[in-house]
């Protein structure tokens, strides 16, 4: 990898967190998306699907589907199965108190588009202080 | 984000320590949307007596105020739960009594919940115990600002009863309950109500089941935007309109839709668009409904039926008392499983109606509070299962790890009454 890649935006819980990422192109769904007790995805036609987001960085472009999206990665944190940090491109409800309840490092709208340049297995460091996500290795 | 004097104070502790607390979540929470200021409301519609491991663990820990501060306020200090400031209510949440011993739900979540209705209805929450509030008291009126979970009565709210809410989670209900307030911001603000996609039917959208598919369509095209749809559309009723707006919220994220003519904010297709230009529409045709269908039907390769679920989202009378006509005098096949999920207030009407006991005669099981996906528990062996709800055929599968079959209320009782399943698409 040549030059740094960094991408800025707007972070929206505190925290610098370093993990490795884990990105996808679909949208997330929480009730029926995700199994909170091991902390894998279970949708069935999900590019992401028996893959386990636990102390990963979750690259994602948004949240889909049923209110409880806040409630179950609220429950990933409470049951020890939470994603490290979150970045993701659109703004909803479900997805800015999902990343507040959950209390992991986030930012948002980032550009370039972190989900079509990360990819998956970088090293990422996000910095939910200051709204930057930086890819340290790949 | 703009506080008014009032609201600074509740942040400040003048109202005690849990107002100070969801105030400083709102707070969080609306500078993380980038909300301008929050709004008031006087009409709340969230969870909190739903049980889960989670919660069972903090409710041992310091009983109920403990699990309300931590899931409903996201807070970890010891606080009093007063009164809840304006009108709030319980949505949909685990099996109550009367489905005790029906599949492998504990007990000890019922008792759970049970402890938790007490402890929240004693402190102001209505235990409508659905996810159709507006089916059952909570009916909001157009423009009224809310703060509600439940992403089919999010979109039925916002579409069809023209009232304001966002797509709210558990903490934001708790915290809206007791402060009465909630982000100025998406939904609430009358310019991004607007459309700004456009989908056509080519071909009718008359029954239930073409409902269902149709905004399962349009939630697959339009993701989180906001669609006005136009076409061969019959005129909808409340069940036609119920499935729509879920199957747009289960394939989807919508929150509001537009059908001119028919709800309150788009007397017309420009007012839809709320002047602005009408962009190219996306049609839904032969084709597309045909792979709305495969898609739905997808999950299953057999065609032996053991379980048939009705009533996603909770049926309504009208439904019912279609149920209970198919039903009577017939039986259900043995080790075939029939369930209908209503509010307890419509299954009190289906009981003075004597649609309860036609359902009951036949075999089976007119149900409330809850659903298979929200609690993840269905008859004890379940494979396959038949039903006509889009969202729930979605789910249940991923859920419970069975197989679905999608078809008509029809095809469904068929299915129950043969154990097979032989549901074909109308042409």
Known sequence: ?138 | MHLTDEEKRMRDGAEGDAVAAAMDLLIRYGEALGAERLCDTRNVAGTMTQPSPAKAKLVEEGGWAKAFAVINLDCDDDIDVPRMRVPTCQLQHGFSDDAAGLSKYSVSNIELQGSAESYFSERGVNILATCTPYQVGNLPVRNEHCAWMESSAVVYCNSVLGARTNCEGAASTGAAGLTGKIPYWGNHVPENRFANRLVRADVPVESFQDWGMFGYFVGGQVEEERPAVIGALAQPDLANLKHFGAATATSGGVEIYHIPGITPEAPSLEAAFGGRAIPDAATYGPAERRAVYETLNSQGDSDDVDFILLGCPHASLDQIAEIARLLDGKRLRDGTELWVMTPRALRIMADRNGYTEAIERAGGKLLTDSCPAMSKAAPDGVRVFATDSAKQAHYLPAILGIEAWFGTLEECVSAALTGKWRGELAA
């Open chain 1, 1 to 138: 990898m040549t030059g740094t890649l960094e991408f800025h935006g707007r972070g929206i819980v505190p925290g610098v967190v370093e993990a490795e990422a884990l990105v996808t192109s679909e949208t997330i769904s929480g009730f029926g998306g995700i199994d909170v007790a091991t902390g894998t995805v279970i949708e069935p036609r999900h590019e992401l699907f028996g893959v386990c987001f636990t102390g990963k960085v979750l690259v994602f472009p948004g949240a889909k589907g049923s209110s409880g999206w806040s409630g179950f990665f609220q429950s990933t944190r409470l049951l020890g199965t939470a994603p490290a940090a979150f970045v993701f491109n659109v703004m909803t409800t479900k997805a800015a108190l999902g990343a507040i309840v959950t209390r992991i490092p986030t930012v948002v709208g980032a550009a370039p588009d972190p989900v079509s340049t990360i990819r998956t297995g970088d090293l990422v460091r996000v910095d939910g202080d200051r709204g930057i996500v930086t890819v340290l290795s790949r």
